[in-house]
C-alpha cells in the first residue's frame, strides 16, 4: 500500500531529525512573532529592510486595491498585464542598469523560466554546488548537460569550461548564497563568461536592496557594467519586503523570456496591488542607506558577540549569519533552547544544507535592534555549555 509506504517514509524522516514542521505566525512579519501563543524575538525572514510590515507600503497597497482590484485575473500575456506592472518593469530596469526587466510571480518560477529559455539539449549548465534548490530545478527542466563546480571554485568552473564542446554554455549562481550567506565572485565568474562565449546569470533573491550602491544589488555592489551576456534575477518577496520576482537584461533576452519562458506565459499575472506597493518599496530602498547600515551594524555586533565562544559562524558578510552546529538533532536542541529563551532562530538541516552541516540560519533584519542580538547572544552563550 502506497500510503504504508509514505508512512515508514515519514518515521525515517523522523528517526534522523529531518522532519519539516510548519510553524502558524499569529503576527504580521516583523521582528516580533507570535508563535503557538508565544511572543518570540525572530530572526527567521528574509525581511532584511524591515518593508514587509512598512507603514508606507501597506498605504500603497491599499491605494493600489482600491484603485485597480485585488486580482490580475489572467496571465500576463492574456489580459493581466496592468499598468503598475509596466511601470514596475520600467523602474526595476533602470534601477539595475538593464535594457528591460520582466516580472515574475516568484523568484522560484523566475529561475525555472530563465534556464529552460536559455539553454537545451546539446547546451551545458555549469553551477555552484551550493547553488538554491529553484536553480538546481531548473536546470533538470532545460535538459542541458549539468556541470557542478565546488563552491565558489573558480579553478574548476575554468577547466570544466574549457573542456566543453557545447553549442551554448550557461554559468549559473546565486549572487549571496541563502544557507551561507557568502558571496559569489562575480567579477571572476564574468571574465570566464567572457572568456568562454558563455551566459551568466546571476540569481540576487538575497542581494537586491542589501547590496550595492542604493541597494541596487550584487552586481552594482561589485561595480560590474552591464553586459549583454549577463542575466539578473531579483526577489521581490526579501529585501523589497512584498513577493514576485524579476528578471533584468538586454531587451533581445528579455523579448525572448516574453515569448518562451512558460512559468511567465502559463501563470496568473501577480495583482496589480503588488506592483503599486513594490513601485513604493523601490523608493524605499533607493533611500534606504539608514536600513543598510543598521543591518551591517547588527552583522558586527554579531560576529564579533561570538568570538571566543564554540560558535562557528560562516565568514558571511551579509544579513545571513549562519551558526553551524553539524549535527541535526544538535541543532533541533540548540533551536528549541533559543525558542525557551524566547527566540526564534531556524535549525536548517540537509537536503537544503549538506549532510553534516547543519546550522542554525541567524537572519537579521533593519527592525532588529542591538538589544535584540544581545539577547541573542547572550542565549547563545548561555547554550554554549549545554551543548555537547
Ligand atoms: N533563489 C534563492 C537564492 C533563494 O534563496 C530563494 C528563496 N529562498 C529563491 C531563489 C526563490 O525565491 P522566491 O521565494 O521568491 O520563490
Given at each position: 500500500?502506497?500510503?504504508?509506504?509514505?508512512?515508514?517514509?515519514?518515521?525515517?524522516?523522523?528517526?534522523?531529525?529531518?522532519?519539516?514542521?510548519?510553524?502558524?505566525?499569529?503576527?504580521?512579519?516583523?521582528?516580533?512573532?507570535?508563535?503557538?501563543?508565544?511572543?518570540?524575538?525572530?530572526?527567521?525572514?528574509?525581511?532584511?529592510?524591515?518593508?514587509?510590515?512598512?507603514?508606507?507600503?501597506?498605504?500603497?497597497?491599499?491605494?493600489?486595491?482600491?484603485?485597480?482590484?485585488?486580482?490580475?485575473?489572467?496571465?500576463?500575456?492574456?489580459?493581466?498585464?496592468?499598468?503598475?506592472?509596466?511601470?514596475?518593469?520600467?523602474?526595476?530596469?533602470?534601477?539595475?542598469?538593464?535594457?528591460?526587466?520582466?516580472?515574475?510571480?516568484?523568484?522560484?518560477?523566475?529561475?525555472?523560466?530563465?534556464?529552460?529559455?536559455?539553454?537545451?539539449?546539446?547546451?551545458?549548465?555549469?553551477?555552484?554546488?551550493?547553488?538554491?534548490?529553484?536553480?538546481?530545478?531548473?536546470?533538470?527542466?532545460?535538459?542541458?548537460?549539468?556541470?557542478?563546480?565546488?563552491?565558489?571554485?573558480?579553478?574548476?568552473?575554468?577547466?570544466?569550461?574549457?573542456?566543453?564542446?557545447?553549442?551554448?554554455?550557461?554559468?549559473?549562481?546565486?549572487?549571496?548564497?541563502?544557507?551561507?550567506?557568502?558571496?559569489?565572485?562575480?567579477?571572476?565568474?564574468?571574465?570566464?563568461?567572457?572568456?568562454?562565449?558563455?551566459?551568466?546569470?546571476?540569481?540576487?533573491?538575497?542581494?537586491?536592496?542589501?547590496?550595492?550602491?542604493?541597494?541596487?544589488?550584487?552586481?552594482?555592489?561589485?561595480?560590474?557594467?552591464?553586459?549583454?551576456?549577463?542575466?539578473?534575477?531579483?526577489?521581490?518577496?526579501?529585501?523589497?519586503?512584498?513577493?514576485?520576482?524579476?528578471?533584468?537584461?538586454?531587451?533581445?533576452?528579455?523579448?525572448?523570456?516574453?515569448?518562451?519562458?512558460?512559468?511567465?506565459?502559463?501563470?496568473?499575472?501577480?495583482?496589480?496591488?503588488?506592483?503599486?506597493?513594490?513601485?513604493?518599496?523601490?523608493?524605499?530602498?533607493?533611500?534606504?542607506?539608514?536600513?543598510?547600515?543598521?543591518?551591517?551594524?547588527?552583522?558586527?555586533?554579531?560576529?564579533?558577540?561570538?568570538?571566543?565562544?564554540?560558535?562557528?559562524?560562516?565568514?558571511?558578510?551579509?544579513?545571513?549569519?549562519?551558526?553551524?552546529?553539524?549535527?541535526?538533532?544538535?541543532?533541533?536542541?540548540v533551536a528549541a533552547g533559543l525558542a525557551e529563551r524566547g527566540l526564534w532562530v531556524p535549525p536548517i538541516r540537509p537536503p537544503t544544507v549538506p549532510?553534516?552541516?547543519?546550522?542554525?540560519?541567524?537572519?537579521?533584519?533593519?527592525?532588529?535592534?542591538?538589544?535584540?542580538?544581545?539577547?541573542?547572544?547572550?542565549?547563545?552563550?548561555?547554550?554554549?555549555?549545554?551543548?555537547?
Amino acid at each position: 500500500m502506497i500510503a504504508d509506504e509514505l508512512a515508514s517514509q515519514l518515521a525515517t524522516l523522523e528517526r534522523d531529525g529531518l522532519t519539516r514542521s510548519v510553524r502558524t505566525l499569529a503576527s504580521p512579519c516583523g521582528p516580533r512573532a507570535v508563535v503557538d501563543g508565544r511572543e518570540l524575538v525572530s530572526f527567521a525572514s528574509n525581511d532584511y529592510l524591515g518593508l514587509a510590515s512598512d507603514a508606507a507600503l501597506i498605504e500603497a497597497a491599499i491605494a493600489g486595491a482600491q484603485e485597480w482590484g485585488v486580482g490580475a485575473g489572467a496571465s500576463a500575456l492574456v489580459s493581466g498585464h496592468f499598468a503598475p506592472h509596466a511601470e514596475l518593469e520600467r523602474r526595476l530596469a533602470a534601477f539595475v542598469g538593464r535594457e528591460r526587466a520582466l516580472l515574475f510571480g516568484t523568484g522560484y518560477l523566475a529561475n525555472l523560466g530563465i534556464v529552460p529559455t536559455l539553454v537545451g539539449r546539446g547546451d551545458a549548465v555549469f553551477s555552484d554546488r551550493l547553488n538554491h534548490a529553484s536553480l538546481i530545478d531548473a536546470v533538470q527542466l532545460s535538459r542541458a548537460d549539468s556541470h557542478r563546480y565546488g563552491h565558489n571554485d573558480i579553478g574548476m568552473l575554468e577547466r570544466l569550461l574549457e573542456r566543453s564542446s557545447a553549442r551554448r554554455k550557461l554559468i549559473l549562481t546565486d549572487a549571496v548564497f541563502s544557507m551561507d550567506g557568502d558571496l559569489a565572485p562575480l567579477p571572476e565568474l564574468f571574465s570566464l563568461a567572457e572568456r568562454y562565449d558563455a551566459w551568466l546569470v546571476v540569481d540576487d533573491a538575497h542581494g537586491f536592496g542589501v547590496l550595492g550602491p542604493q541597494g541596487r544589488g550584487s552586481l552594482a555592489h561589485f561595480g560590474l557594467p552591464p553586459s549583454p551576456r549577463i542575466v539578473h534575477m531579483g526577489t521581490l518577496g526579501k529585501a523589497a519586503g512584498v513577493g514576485g520576482a524579476f528578471v533584468a537584461g538586454d531587451a533581445s533576452v528579455i523579448d525572448w523570456l516574453l515569448q518562451r519562458a512558460r512559468s511567465h506565459i502559463f501563470t496568473t499575472a501577480a495583482p496589480p496591488l503588488l506592483a503599486v506597493a513594490l513601485l513604493k518599496s523601490l523608493e524605499l530602498i533607493a533611500a534606504g542607506e539608514a536600513r543598510r547600515a543598521q543591518l551591517a551594524a547588527l552583522a558586527t555586533q554579531l560576529r564579533v558577540g561570538l568570538t571566543d565562544t564554540r560558535w562557528r559562524l560562516l565568514p558571511s558578510p551579509t544579513a545571513i549569519q549562519p551558526v553551524l552546529v553539524g549535527d541535526n538533532h544538535e541543532v533541533l536542541r540548540v533551536a528549541a533552547g533559543l525558542a525557551e529563551r524566547g527566540l526564534w532562530v531556524p535549525p536548517i538541516r540537509p537536503p537544503t544544507v549538506p549532510a553534516g552541516s547543519a546550522r542554525l540560519r541567524v537572519s537579521l533584519s533593519a527592525t532588529h535592534t542591538s538589544e535584540h542580538v544581545a539577547q541573542l547572544l547572550a542565549a547563545l552563550r548561555e547554550l554554549e555549555h549545554a551543548a555537547k
